[in-house]
């Protein structure tokens, strides 16, 4: 093999150098040739193909020359030299851009011009790289290349030449007009000051606007006068300065005068060139002219359509939410509801009309279908599950979180969404006059896009981040969803940002190096900009999981300074664009301002118009470790509240007002108590003081005066430490007696779920989390179907005061208004523990374990249950959830739908999530519904 290989490569070789040598041979053999034998054409232009020749005539004092744009982007100029400078008199040579000479074979070329009255002098050169230009063009002119054969116009060259160039069409008017101004504008012209401005120079330089007509007249296709009215107004409006008729200058300069024009050279066409004659710019040089405006423009409009794809994809994500809500409300609409008569479907897939209470078997409304299968297929693999096995709720070595998968799915869609947008869409060549390297180009264009898609980004980073968002009402997902994107999209436009800053740091430093970087960071626009990155730099640390789970009003304040700081940087880095991006910034602003300023202060009139005037009760219970905080609502309030929405609480008489944090309602009384010993029970709570002896038998206090207000609603409130500490620590100094609190109440916010739809509920509840079953039982009433259905409640609990608290006092107006449901209490504090007052986060002790539990029905020291109620039964230990789940969804397979409703620590949580995912499918268990009540940072 290796022998084989090396022979492959010899060969090769071989037969590259062969065909290079004789390409080289072939182009030297041809010799001197007397320019005498050479016959000019009697044609003015030559076209060949794709490719036009002009024959020029030269003026005295220069050399005669013809000019050619060949496939590889250079203008050759053939010359006929009678001086040895740069070769043998006679022979013609290739003058490349660079002033290189080389040898070129006359009987090739197809056209020839007269011998210059003067010669002209051009360095001799042998520089390596055109080797291979000259090599290039003594193939094409050999036969070897494809193309159009194109033979002297008189026959006599014996020679032809094949073109294998690109057609390139250039026919916009608008960059043919503009490509003539920048192929122009640069070199200075003797009849004005140097330092003058472009304009100055166009409207003020006889030569330039002179030079600038020719150029409209020779590249342009006559549409010169359209072009120039613009630039007639403003030299006229501005300048004061009209420019002359386009016709008589062209009558000043007919065909012949102007074939006999300067050509401006690509190299000439820089601020070192002196002008002094109306010039034309050379084939190349307005060629590249033109390929630069043109690719910027290309480029440009990708910015902008590129960026306007991230609203797109979100609208698509937004009417797949609104769909699937939609599709959901209908199916739901046509299941069966226990009502007074109604239609459903029978069980042969037509309908049937019920009487009065008559039910109809779950196999018959909701047999298993194929049809089904990829709906549940979709919801086990796709839309429920974790995105990586098993941790969706738990934070990943306690600094970061991944959201369930279909989220996850979207977001790694956006992400690679702008990624794409943000490496295609480019077109770069080497003569581009304004940043002549590839390199170069691609910095700028790079740094350009993400800047602009990174901005582009920020009203969706806004709008996500948003309490009062329209996007929840049309899709029905909770606040936890829009915070994922919403953090997701900031994370994509920092890094865009940071991409943005770095590209034009390159492009300075390359430029003029430290000094200029500092002469750059000297201009406002730039160094806001900079502050802006900043900024988003910092937020992007400053907002971890960790940060805002145990510093969360540090993260609050610094998050919003940091915000207004980047909007108001972004405001000044674009304000150069006088006005053109201006309007992201207003979508920000506006959004945030109705949002915190308009649609916050309605919810909050809504709830009081006196709103200064909301006081609230607030009671610590030492052994139960809980705040109960009762705040009353009266006729002037414009809604009601429903089960499983949260409010966010204010207290005025604070030393920190402005904090808030969110709780769920436990429970609402909408009428007077039945009877005074029940309505003293709700603040028993507020008569021990925080050195009350713990086991007193069942806990309960004589009653007392003061009951819960006809209209008010209650929270449970595990206190830890900042905005709960505080209540804690007020109600506990006001002991024995409530603490009085003026309460700033902002909601209702979240949805209430529909699980008054569903045959059998179960919650997982964990410490606090008891709110939200007891928020959906007492928030129907009693003629509401979920009332009617088994409703368990497993519920892990620190302290056993707690517990027993909660259910002689929340749970009575469930019991007594149903009998089917259960509540199963597994007390997670040993009594031992509990004596030597061990305390335990939240998250590790109100949530589970695979452990099992012990039935205790009677716990010594600790608040018992009334011996009617047998629905409740105390357990120590933790709950095994997953066990929990299958068992109710296996009793429930083929009889009903079942929802589990999951409100409690992380790790609880993804107990029950994933035990959904797993029952999903097996053994026919195709209706159960999963829902997760937790509030996301």
């Known amino acids: 093999m290796r022998r084989r290989f090396r022979h492959f490569l010899f060969m090769f070789g071989a037969a590259t150098v062969h065909e290079l040598c004789h390409a080289f041979v072939g182009y030297l053999a041809q010799g001197a040739v007397s320019a005498n034998a050479l016959t000019p054409p009697n044609v003015d232009h030559l076209d060949y193909g794709s490719s036009q020749s002009q024959l020029l005539d030269i003026p005295r004092g220069e050399a005669g020359r013809w000019v050619e744009n060949i496939l590889y982007g250079g203008s050759l100029e053939y010359y006929f030299s009678e001086s040895d400078d740069i070769g043998q008199v006679g022979v013609p040579y290739i003058i490349t851009s660079e002033d290189i000479a080389w040898q070129v074979d006359p ?84 009849d004005i000051q140097a330092n003058a401005s472009f304009l100055t120079k166009e409207c003020s330089s006889h030569l330039l606007h002179t030079s600038l007509f020719l150029c409209l007249a020779e590249y342009c296709h006559g549409e010169g006068p359209q072009q120039l009215a613009q630039l007639n107004k403003t030299c006229s409006d501005i300048a004061h300065t009209p420019l002359p008729p386009y016709a008589r200058v062209l009558a000043d300069y007919p065909d012949d005068v102007r074939s006999g024009l300067r050509r401006l050279r690509r190299t000439e066409a820089g601020p070192k060139t002196n002008v002094s004659e109306v010039v034309l710019p050379s084939q190349q040089l307005y060629e590249d002219a033109y390929d630069t405006l043109e690719n910027l423009n290309y480029v440009r409009k990708r910015h902008f359509l590129y960026g306007g794809l991230m609203f797109l994809f979100w609208f698509v994500v937004v009417v797949y939410g609104l769909c699937s809500r939609m599709v959901t409300t209908a199916s739901r609409a046509f299941r069966l509801r226990p009502t007074k008569g109604g239609i459903v479907g029978g069980g042969g897939g037509g309908y049937q009309l019920l009487s009065g209470d008559e039910e109809v078997a779950f196999s018959n409304r909701n047999s298993l279908s194929p049809l089904r299968r990829p709906r549940v297929w979709l919801r086990r693999y796709v839309t429920l599950p974790a995105t990586f096995g098993y941790r969706c709720a738990q934070a990943f070595f306690g600094w970061y979180t991944v959201p369930p998968r279909i989220q996850s799915l979207t977001i790694v869609a956006f992400v690679a969404l702008n990624v794409a947008t943000c490496v295609v869409g480019y077109k770069t ?80 430093w390359t430029d003029g190096g430290f000094a200029s970087f500092l002469e750059w960071w000297s201009m406002f626009f730039w160094w806001t900009g900079g502050v802006a990155t900043i900024a988003m730099s910092l937020l992007l640390g400053l907002s971890v999981f960790w940060m805002r789970r145990h510093m969360y009003e540090t993260f609050l304040v610094v998050h919003v300074v940091l915000s207004v700081l980047v909007l108001v940087g972004m405001a000044g880095h674009v304000s150069i664009f006088h006005g053109r991006y201006d309007g992201f910034f207003w979508v920000c602003f506006l959004v945030w301002a109705a949002d915190r300023g308009v649609v916050r ?6 709830f009081n118009l006196r709103f200064w005037n909301t006081r609230a009760h607030a009671t610590y219970d030492p052994d139960a470790n809980i705040v109960r905080l009762v705040i009353p609502y009266g006729s002037s309030s414009l809604y009601r509240p429903r089960p499983g929405t949260y409010y966010y609480l204010h207290v005025l008489n604070d030393r920190r007002f402005w904090e808030s944090h969110p709780f769920t309602v436990a429970s609402v009384g909408s009428h007077p108590q039945q009877d005074c010993n029940e309505g003293s029970m709700l603040l028993a709570g507020a008569h021990r003081t925080h050195n009350s002896t713990r086991g007193s038998g069942n806990g309960m206090r004589p009653a007392t005066a003061r009951a819960e207000p006809p209209s008010a609603m209650t929270f449970l409130i595990r206190p830890y430490d900042g905005f709960t500490a505080r209540l804690r620590d007020k109600a506990q100094a006001a002991a024995p007696h409530p603490a009085q609190l ?10 209430s779920q529909p699980l008054d739809t569903f045959d059998a509920v179960l919650f997982v509840a964990g410490g606090s989390g008891i709110v939200v ?67 335990y986060d939240n998250s590790r002790n109100d949530g589970v374990d695979d452990g099992g539990a012990q039935e205790n029905a009677g716990p010594t020291g600790r608040r018992g249950t009334p011996p009617s109620w047998h629905q409740v039964r105390f357990l120590s230990g933790r709950p095994d959830v997953r066990q929990k789940v299958t068992s109710e969804a296996q009793s429930t397979t083929g009889a009903g739908r079942l929802a589990v409703v999951a409100c409690g620590p992380a790790l609880m949580a993804d107990d029950a999530r994933r035990a959904v995912v797993n029952v999903l499918g097996s053994n026919g268990a195709e209706d159960v519904e999963y829902f997760e009540e937790s509030f996301q940072w």
């Open 107 to 190: 009987n090739a070329i197809s056209a020839f011009v007269q011998e210059p009255q003067t010669p002209m002098r051009k360095r001799k050169s042998g520089s390596l790289p055109h080797v291979a230009l000259l090599l290039l063009t003594s193939t094409a002119w050999s036969g070897t290349a494809s193309g159009a054969d194109v033979s002297a116009p008189d026959g006599g060259g014996g020679g032809s030449m094949h073109a294998s160039k690109q057609v390139v069409v250039r026919d916009s008017p608008d960059f043919c007009f503009r490509g003539c101004q920048l192929a122009l504008r640069e070199p200075q012209y003797a």
């Open 429 to 508: 060549f080497p003569g581009n006059m304004y940043w002549p390297t590839v390199s170069q180009q691609l910095y700028r264009y790079v740094s350009d896009r993400t800047g602009i898609i990174s901005y582009i980004n920020f009203p969706l980073i806004w709008l996500f981040g948003m309490r009062n968002n329209v996007l929840l009402w049309l899709t029905g997902w909770d606040f936890g969803t829009f915070n994922n994107f919403h953090r997701w999209v900031a994370r994509v436009a920092t890094v865009q940002a940071i991409v943005h800053s770095i590209g034009y740091t390159i492009l300075v």
């Open 601 to 606: 202060g309605l919810r909050i009139l809504a």
């Open 742 to 751: 003026r309460m700033l109440v902002d909601g209702p916010y979240g949805h």
């Open 773 to 839: 079953p007891l928020s959906y039982l007492s928030g129907f009433s009693p003629s509401q179907r979920v009332l009617h259905r088994p409703v368990r409640i497993v519920w892990a609990v620190r302290e056993a005061a707690f517990a027993a608290d909660v259910i002689q006092r929340d749970f009575r107006v469930v019991f007594d208004s149903a009998s089917n449901v259960t509540i199963d209490v597994y007390v997670t504090q040993s009594p031992r523990s509990a004596e030597r007052g061990d305390e």
